[in-house]
């Protein structure tokens, strides 16, 4: 038996052994007993036994099986069929994350909001249920989470204590670490006793508005039989559930087609109710029930929550940073004068925590009367510094040189810029096909080993992009006054604001984002793959951590990497992973606005996401990137879609496109290949610039200035032959040795439920625009020196 079974079959025995009622049918320390054996594989109290060989049987059924008939279930399954008792489901975590994390500019608040989001969810939530946070932490980090986590227990014990019916026992103690599905991504899911789920639900919405104050946060529960956890919803009496016979009769009709889908035959329409009739049913009903909740709806014996937190403001006294609330301090302890609402010291406070892990309060903190406390802040550069404890081979590339120095966290991106004269990149990623997966995932263990899976994945393919393609960066002709590091002071150059679940945004030096961007998708699928090794070394505790479900491909249809992959199709590898990501790039100077960043930043991952969609009608799962060169704020006065169709589209009289992005993992890799290519042939940057200038002239015009210019070349000829024309411009059709450079064509039929007119694009714009940000490593360029054109 797996952890996850273990986990799962203790929650389902205590709820079970719990009983409907808010006292427990058995006594306490038996519930406990029966925990204890379960765990350590120990005779069960007789008491219990029954309940526990129900659950057993219920986890002994095989994926495969299902009734045809309810009688059939009924015969197989009685004990299971005449089950009483209710398990509880609880669904909840924050909403609308993005207005309140972006709600101030300054990084460090933003940074804090982020922080106060992950701390509830990794940490508070789960001492709900006794559950201590398992990262190894240094001695006075972890006395710290000891008195942080007493007094989160305290906390629930106080708001939510026992009630008269039940004098003895109160929310915490029905609650226990087995009982969490996963808690990760901002969310959570857990069973609870039947008579809790309110409570529990209640309490989760509570303790974000408490430390928060004002970000939304949603939850809500229900009950569920013994046998919906493995056959979905079923009607009271069960012999009322609409079964096989009745969907076969009904399956045409556009309701149920739109619950169940649109199978073409008789087995598509078993494995189509099969797939719906599982515990992904009651999970897509505590989502309605969480998507009207948080729309302000009224929910069956809890108070309404479509009031949000409000704090009142005046036209006449000051507001606090973000312009939002009333100020209740003034601070000019700080590099800058600073106003701040409660609400915004809190971020602040956080941020400061994060950066910097168990700093003291500041002073102007203790003196202004406040009494929250921030607690324990895991930074992700802490855990970053962990990963490369159990890695050493990536530390050693990490630190290279500055294995001996003192590394601080970037307190601001003016700092990360200084890594890229002045740049940073925005890198925005978020899964694809996760909700196809989700659907086919049928019992609470795989939803477990799913969100575990996914979060290792994520949060690990981050770490590794970072340690291979970053080092250190030595602070330069910096003029920071928001900043208490000096030049010459070495910081980790990066900023991750979330990693969660599957999303992922963090700040980068501009000129590593493509590279990283690119390992990220790249080792995401090969992590989940089991392709390449997660850790080193072990945890300090012994315990090792490694992808349980099996997410490769059984691929079907051919491998025809010519109609999607565009950059030399005779090398693409197939993509194997049934997940992948898209990810948004945007490489802008320092002091562009963040919420306009975080906007465009957006509409790129949008755009990459569409992409992925469009490929895989190509049988392409893999991820796609689309990128932005922000040079000037005003730049883009519309959205991006709009700009590149009305700025960067011509027809004339054929229609082309004069940027090819997004792209695929392997089309980015090429890339930056060819960029790489040409700054080591030593290619003069002012024919990039020129030939760019061409495109809008047409494509016959285009191309016979392109060809002008190449022969002229004295120097990059060759690599401009091999690493542009042959690598991205040759025809489609094999036996065409026409010459299209630098153009390439696409048929516009990668969709054929949705052609496009048949177009050319091109790649040297995007070239020219990430030229400055891609670098080639000082040993690999070329001694050449001399370059120009022919007179």
Request: glycine share 4%; aromatic share 10%.
């Amino acid at each position: 038996m797996t952890n996850s079974q273990k986990n799962i079959a203790i929650a389902i025995s205590w709820c079970l052994a719990w009983g409907n009622q808010r006292e427990p049918r058995f006594d306490l320390a038996v519930l406990q007993q029966m925990r204890e054996a379960l765990m350590e594989g120990k005779a069960l109290p007789e008491d219990v036994q029954y309940l526990v060989t129900q659950v057993e049987q219920l986890q002994s059924i095989d994926n495969s099986y299902f009734p045809t008939t309810l009688t059939e279930l009924k015969n197989n399954y009685p004990d299971l069929w005449n089950q009483n008792t209710r398990i509880g489901l609880v669904y909840g975590g924050a909403t609308k994350i993005k207005q309140y994390v972006f709600e101030s500019a300054k990084i460090q608040e933003i940074r804090g909001a982020s922080g106060l989001l992950d701390r509830i969810n990794i940490i508070d939530l789960p001492a709900f249920f006794n559950q201590k946070n398992p990262q190894e932490m240094a001695a006075e980090d972890r006395n710290c989470y000891n008195i942080q986590f007493n007094e989160i227990r305290t906390w629930l014990n106080d708001n939510f204590p026992a009630k008269p019916e039940s004098e003895n026992y109160k929310l915490s103690d029905s609650l226990i670490p087995e009982l969490i599905i996963y808690s990760t991504g901002g969310n959570i899911l857990a069973f609870c006793p039947a008579a809790y789920v309110d409570e529990l639900a209640n309490a989760i919405e509570k303790r974000y508005t408490q430390e928060t104050l004002t970000a939304n946060s949603c939850a809500v529960g229900d009950k569920f039989k013994l046998l919906e956890l493995r056959f979905g919803l079923l009607r009271e009496p069960i012999e009322n559930t609409l079964w096989l016979d009745w969907y076969h009769r009904e399956f045409k009709k556009p309701l149920v087609q739109a619950y169940f889908g649109y199978p073409g035959n008789e087995s598509e329409r078993i494995e189509a109710f099969k797939r719906r009739k599982s515990f992904n049913e009651l999970t897509t009903k505590l989502n309605i029930l969480f998507n009207q909740r948080r729309s302000g709806n009224n929910t069956a014996n809890r108070p309404s929550r479509r009031y949000p937190p409000m704090f009142e403001t005046h036209p006449y006294l000051m507001r606090d940073g973000s312009d939002r609330r009333s100020a209740i301090m003034r601070v000019d302890q700080l590099p800058r004068e600073t106003n701040f609402s409660e609400a915004s010291v809190r971020k602040y406070l956080v941020g400061d925590r994060a950066k910097d892990s168990l700093s003291n309060n500041p002073r102007w903190y203790n003196e202004s009367g406040l009494t929250w406390q921030r607690g324990v802040i895991e930074s992700w550069v802490d855990r970053f510094k962990l990963f490369l404890e159990q890695n050493p081979s990536l530390k050693s590339k990490y630190y290279d040189n500055t294995i001996n120095k003192k590394v601080e966290i970037a307190e601001t991106l003016t700092q990360v810029s200084n890594a890229s004269s002045g740049y940073i990149a925005y890198i925005y990623a978020d899964g694809n096909n996760m909700g196809g997966y989700i659907q086919k995932i049928q019992t609470p263990k795989d939803y477990q080993e799913f969100s575990q899976d996914v979060a290792l994945a994520t949060e690990y393919a981050v770490y590794q992009a970072l340690a291979e393609n970053l080092h250190p960066h030595k602070l330069r002709n910096l003029n920071d006054d928001e900043s208490n590091l000096k030049n010459g002071e070495f910081i980790h150059p990066f900023e991750i604001l979330t990693i969660g679940g599957d999303d992922i945004l963090l700040i980068v030096p501009a000129n590593k984002a493509l590279e990283i961007s690119q390992m990220i998708g790249e080792r995401f699928e090969k992590i989940l793959l089991q392709e390449t090794q997660i850790n080193e070394n072990k945890l300090a505790n012994g315990e090792t951590k490694e992808i349980t479900g099996n997410y490769r491909l059984n691929h079907t249809k051919p491998f025809e990497p010519h109609k999607y992959q565009r950059y030399k199709p005779s090398t693409a590898k197939r993509s194997d992973c049934e997940l992948s990501t898209s990810i948004g790039v945007l490489i802008t100077a320092v002091n562009t606005p963040i919420y306009y960043a975080r906007d465009l930043v957006e509409q790129l991952l949008k755009s990459a996401k569409e992409r992925a969609k469009t490929l895989k009608k190509a049988v392409y799962y893999g991820g796609t990137v689309d990128f932005l060169t922000l040079k000037s704020v005003t730049m883009i006065s519309s959205n991006v879609k709009e700009f590149r169709q009305e700025a960067l589209t011509k027809n004339s009289p054929q229609k082309l496109k004069l940027y090819a992005t997004p792209y695929t993992l392997h089309e980015l890799r090429g890339l930056i290949t060819s960029i790489s290519a040409l700054k080591k042939a030593k290619f003069p940057k002012s024919q990039l610039y020129q030939i760019r200038s061409l495109l809008e002239r047409g494509k016959h015009t285009a191309i016979l200035n392109y060809r002008y210019f190449r022969v002229r070349l004295k120097q990059g000829k060759e690599a401009l032959l091999r690493d542009f024309e042959e690598a991205w411009c040759l025809p489609k059709d094999k036996e065409n040795n026409g010459n299209l450079a630098p153009w390439m064509y696409d048929n516009g039929r990668l969709d054929p439920k949705h052609p496009e007119d048949p177009f050319y694009e091109t790649i040297w714009r995007d070239m020219v625009d990430v030229y400055d940000f891609v670098e080639v490593p000082e040993h690999e360029t070329s001694e050449v020196a001399s370059v120009g054109v022919e007179s």
